[in-house]
């Protein structure tokens, strides 16, 4: 294990980020490139500026002790392969031993960020947090907004589920995971498209069904769901995720490469680039969709009662909500962190640890998140 971990130390530590190569040589096993990319990715995710990384001794064994610009810490344990390589790494960061509803908005505060929580308890709604009922960028929380605008087209008779789709050139949102060039002329349904967008998060699937329901419908949707939380500084007004993006991140005569360089590590949501809601528009958002006919997380629920997860983040942006049915009543956890600046890897994490703790004892947590969270390494084969 020591040789693993040290390995793995001189990667965080190195004065410049590794790539595949010295990753796969830590590694020790047989992994697949996109793999290995997963786990550059990830160290590059711990190494921003502010991060500290020391040899430490756990019960369990030796660790590596992480420290952030904003004073949360944690630890990375390491689990062997039989070859001596790391099989999968375990983050752990250090929360608060006492931890509930009324201690989330504080424990959060300490990454010195605008924090702002909601707690939906049957018909009552708690907001609190410096950010308050003012609208903070909450990223790909806005696609909740573009389901429900969906789904009011589809029960108005204006769409249906199983209308089919051609993806044009122009849909092709810039810095796509999901759907790419490469599916231009391919035909998707309606349903389909809702559930890339919220399961994938997919942001061409976003535009996309924008542009078919309209972006007039989309705004008369915000417009409903902001009611009097309607400000300045909130969303009225759809804007494709690729203008957005491009205008972010992506300047004219750089290459994809360093468009997604700069989409890690640029924070641009104090220019107004991203999408601002208060979550109280948020709750009502998820508080309707729990009595929509049909979404996308029902193939999950495994026959137990619907339970809705949205996540979104960019840099220096990270927002979540969860909600569900306890009792034939709506309850639900929403947060969104709005920083000046990236959050390390660890940082992203003591948040959900912290939600985490506030959402299982609400009955939140009976599925995995969408893909806006971490997943761990996969484990890979001796050479």
């Known amino acids: 294990m020591m040789a693993s971990l040290d390995g793995l130390q001189g990667l965080l530590t190195a004065p410049v980020a590794p790539g595949q190569r010295a990753v796969r040589a830590v590694i020790g096993t047989v992994r697949s490139d996109s793999e290995i990319q997963q786990l550059v990715d990830l160290i590059s995710a711990l190494r921003l500026p502010g991060s500290t990384f020391s040899a430490t001794q756990l019960a369990t064994g030796p660790a590596i002790a992480v420290g952030t610009p904003s004073g949360v810490r944690g630890v990375i344990e390491t689990v062997d392969d039989p070859c001596g390589g790391i099989q999968r790494l375990v983050l752990s960061p250090d929360v608060p031993e006492r931890m509930d509803t009324d201690s989330l908005a504080p424990a959060l505060h300490v990454l010195s960020c605008s924090v702002a929580v909601a707690v939906r308890d049957g018909e009552a709604t708690v907001i609190s947090g410096r950010a308050g009922s003012q609208a903070i960028a909450v990223s790909s929380l806005l696609k909740t907004v573009v389901f ?33 060039n490469a599916d231009v002329g391919r035909s ?38 902001l009611g009097r939380d309607n400000s300045t500084t909130a969303t009225t007004h759809f804007r494709p995720s690729g203008d957005v993006f491009r205008e972010a991140w992506c ?18 949501h104090p220019r107004g680039l991203d999408y601002f809601l208060p979550l109280a528009a948020v709750d009502r958002t998820m508080v309707r969709l729990l009595e929509e006919d049909w979404t996308p997380w029902d193939a999950h629920a495994g026959g137990a009662d619907r339970l809705l997860y949205k996540g979104g983040s960019a840099p220096g942006v990270l927002a979540a909500s969860w909600y569900a049915h ?27 640890e912290c939600a985490r703790r506030c959402a299982e004892p609400m009955g939140l947590l009976r599925q995995p998140p969408d893909a806006e969270n971490l997943a761990p390494a996969t484990a890979g084969t001796c050479a």
């Open 148 to 180: 429900l605008a969906v789904c009011q087209s589809v029960r108005d008779g204006a769409l249906s589920w199983d209308a089919a789709v051609v993806i044009r050139a122009d849909d092709i949102s810039v810095l796509s995971g999901g759907l790419t």
């Open 188 to 225: 998707l349904t309606v349903t389909e498209l809702s559930a890339s967008m919220l399961l994938a998060s997919d942001n061409t699937a976003l535009d996309v069904l924008a542009r078919v329901v309209g972006h007039h419908v989309v705004d008369r949707t915000l417009a409903d769901v």
């Open 251 to 268: 300047p004219a005569g750089e290459t994809e490469t360093q468009w997604r360089q700069r989409a890690l590590r640029e924070v641009a």
């Open 326 to 352: 306890r009792e034939g009543t709506p309850v639900g956890l929403s947060l969104a962190l709005n920083l000046p600046r990236p959050l390390v890897l660890m940082e992203e994490l003591y948040v959900y």
